[in-house]
């Protein structure tokens, strides 16, 4: 087995003369007393596209759930193992969270896959293209019509992909029930890996930059 | 629809006149030219066990999945949708990842429900229960014993879970093949979420700490 | 007939007591030695989107065509009358122009009449109409599918349209012979209205925003 | 592709720190309740007869369309693409506007080449004499007999012009119509580009300047 990546070891030790130095108490209380987060990120794996860099994020503020292109399935209960819908049965039903944004980004490759009409599986187990299947027929729907640009397809399907998570979430019999009651609230976001923007998603469903 | 949580707007505010205003020209890079992290950490959706800030990690340096008790299944190609297993193949397959860590945590709220003999469903889709059956019978196995405190079994059972875990990451035919040939390297971590402490797991299975 | 609207009377002696008075030099001269803009800018003529003020241009440096929503039709030498491609011909032919920007803008309402599927000819002469139908079936093109929502609609046809105005700019044969020989260039814009930003096309027709 | 031309790129900075931040406020409840200008001005594209520039108008203010010798053509319904017609259809009827000012200019180089006797088409396409046929032959019923000066010649035309357009803009029914019933009014205006003064059109056609 090879030693432990040097990289990680020489960031927890900047982590614990640093942030942990600083936060040590409140790191301690929240070991104890539980983590009482108020909001969950649901955001992808890629590596540009962390929450807690992105909001600046301490120990405790964050539940964030991370997959590959940040995708929610609608409710299943159908015995099988759905690990993001678990994510969200603990974060709602266990944390009583108040939030939860669902965060997609630019360049993003799950989705540059789902839009691929080349893609082929990378392994018989084919994971990736099973998991995009959640997208259903949506890459299609918009179509390989020309006229959009390649980069202007990628950065509408994010989007709408964001918008049919969102959709998915709220068929969680519970999401929606809190969300009547005013006590939860579902948001969606995307951001744009290059400039650092941020853009919110507003009642029609569009993306804005909140700032502006 | 509710006002985009605030917190988050002001952390992003920080993020843009900081860390981005310092690694703009870096950020920009990678927005073009990919991303190309060495490793990949299967970490907790817990708030106090986030790899970034454990790492003190910036953008572009960690693909990271993250799932309700960093949980690993076997490698099982059946046609449905595995999230965790899709991530491990995107790393593996499309970013030739060098290093995956599969990191667990103290007081893991996951771990605690799997131990916990009076666990009922919260919802009637049970993903949380149907979730931790990727734990198997390994629970039962620990057993109920009363010779180790609770605190005691909780840190048990995380670490034999990472074990298992691992397991099943090398279950998976493209990780075990990369291992052998040296070029991919898979390592255990367990994150002590009040003392700050990483230990890492060595080719006995045990964690130690690697500083001392 | 009614006096001559107030405002413009009010505006016109400010303009005499501010900049023409200071420029007044400049101003002569260019009255004397004939104008001299590199730029020709074709843009709509939408009050909210003048080029002078969003490139805070002064006397003598654009040569501006204005229509409603920034067309420029295809070459057609058909002995008719074209305006656009006349003011086309004078800035190439005449005036030796280095650069063409075509600019559009956000919320175009020429756009929104080529969008709208109930659109019905405001007066028998329909010139409005007719005037859109230079941008052919690029409207039912982008389709009707409810996977954008109709902001993302009006943006994406908004710059669509500049890349198909492009095009036909460069069917006229002088537009491309000059192009290839470096001696003009041709470009496409965006301007937000909204948010003052302007968006810049690039070599793959997407546009950016330059200052980022 | 050329970059962008620097000048607009300058002068967009200078707008976003200058006006932009000034007037932001009103500049996006424009955005978002459409536009209300008044004033409907048809111009010249010359770099030296803006009418932001030479009425201080700011964003919102005026409809603005603009082509070679800010000509009108007469009202005619015949299927063709008619952009200036467009323009005029839609200040009236979708814009609802009080005022059509349409402003010629001294030394205007449309109106130089309608009395030179030695024009020559630029181009097969010859898109300038096709356009400028629109003045019928009001140039040879001028004439050519040395009375005027090469100069009085030009202002004389700008101005019969001017008229003929008027009359034009009259042809169309519903600017007729809204002229009887006191809702719209028809101006005319020629602008001295050396002098900087404004000349308006009074009932008999003459120009004069208000101030005086």
Redesign the interface.
């Known amino acids: ?2 030693s ?2 040097q ?3 020489d ?6 003369s ?3 130095a600083r936060e ?1 108490g409140r ?2 209380d ?3 007393a ?2 009482t ?4 990120i649901i955001a992808c ?4 596209a ?1 929450p ?17 292109g940040n ?1 929610v ?1 609608p ?3 159908d ?13 709602v ?2 944390l009583n969270i108040a ?1 939860i ?1 669902i965060m997609g980004h ?2 993003c ?2 989705i540059t896959a789902a839009l691929d009409p080349k893609f082929r599986p ?7 293209g ?5 997208l259903g027929d ?1 890459p299609s ?3 390989q ?1 020309g ?6 397809r990628q950065t ?1 399907m994010e ?2 992909s964001i918008r049919n998570s969102i959709r998915n979430l709220r068929s ?3 999401v929606a029930a809190l969300e009547e009651e005013d006590k939860l ?3 969606g ?1 995307w951001f744009d ?4 923007e ?1 853009w ?7 993306f804005i ?4």
């Not at 987060?37 to 969950?40: C, E, G, I, S």
């Open positions: 087995m090879h432990f990546p990289h990680l070891l960031g927890h030790a900047h982590f614990m640093g942030r942990y040590k790191i301690r929240m070991a104890e539980g983590q987060p108020t909001t969950m794996c890629d590596s540009r962390a807690e860099l992105i909001f600046d994020a301490g120990p405790g503020e964050l539940f964030v759930l991370r997959n590959v995708l399935p409710y299943e209960p015995g099988n193992q759905h690990g993001t819908s678990a994510g969200i049965e603990y974060a039903k266990v939030n944004v630019g360049r490759g799950g990378l392994d018989k187990g084919d994971f990736i099973k998991w995009l299947t959640m949506l729907q918009l179509g019509n006229l959009l640009t390649p980069s202007e509408a989007r709408i969680f019999p519970y609230a579902v948001h976001a890996i290059s400039t650092g941020l919110v998603m507003n009642e029609s469903g569009d930059r909140p700032e502006l």
